[in-house]
């Protein structure tokens, strides 16, 4: 039995050992295994920080864009209102202009109508110089003859009353 004894305490020794040299190994593969899941968690939970900055940064991107967008909301409703506007403003100037267009013809029609009874009323205006300075020489003309018939009427009466008083004998008269 002594020899039993000594193969149950040798294999118990052997069993022992080996649940020691398992004991170990586990706890050198658990304590390896708890070191890497350990730095796996630091690692992801600096990247879970760096994601946590970079989503904070992007909201606040985010949010500058949204009130940049409402910005330009903002001003495309103002330009869309101006150009409103100014396109109205525009249908107005064309509508005055073609009016003043109309007018002008109008006007520029009544200007040549005006100018040619302006040259009608020159020429005839001229005529009537004309016929005035005809009329004023023969007025002269006619002065003339008359101032001349007066003198050859007073020369005669004068010869009458000289012929009178020498009864008709006087050859001086």
């Known amino acids: 039995m ?26 050198v593969y658990y304590q390896t295994t708890f070191k890497n899941v350990s730095k796996s968690y630091e690692t992801k939970l600096k990247e879970l920080e760096s994601i946590s900055k970079e989503l904070e940064s992007k909201r606040g991107q985010l949010n500058e864009t949204s009130v940049q967008l409402q910005l330009n909301k903002q001003k495309e409703a103002d330009i869309s ?29 009544n200007l040549a109508s005006t100018a040619a009874k302006l040259t009608e009323t020159q020429s005839q205006l001229a005529a009537q ?15 003339s003859d008359v101032k001349r018939l007066d003198d050859k009427i007073d ?19």
């Open 2 to 27: 002594a020899v039993m004894k000594r193969d149950v305490n040798i294999g118990l020794l052997i069993l022992i050992v080996a649940a020691l040299l398992m004991f170990s190994g586990f706890t």
């Open 81 to 109: 209102k101006k150009f409103t506007d100014v396109r109205s403003e525009k249908e107005q100037l064309e509508t005055d202009k073609k009016k003043l267009q109309d007018e002008l013809a109008s006007t520029k029609s």
């Open 129 to 143: 110089i004309q016929l005035a300075q005809d009329l004023n020489q023969q007025v002269l003309n006619l002065k």
């Open 155 to 173: 020369d005669l009466e004068k010869r009458i009353a000289c012929l009178h008083s020498t009864s008709g004998q006087s050859e001086t008269c």
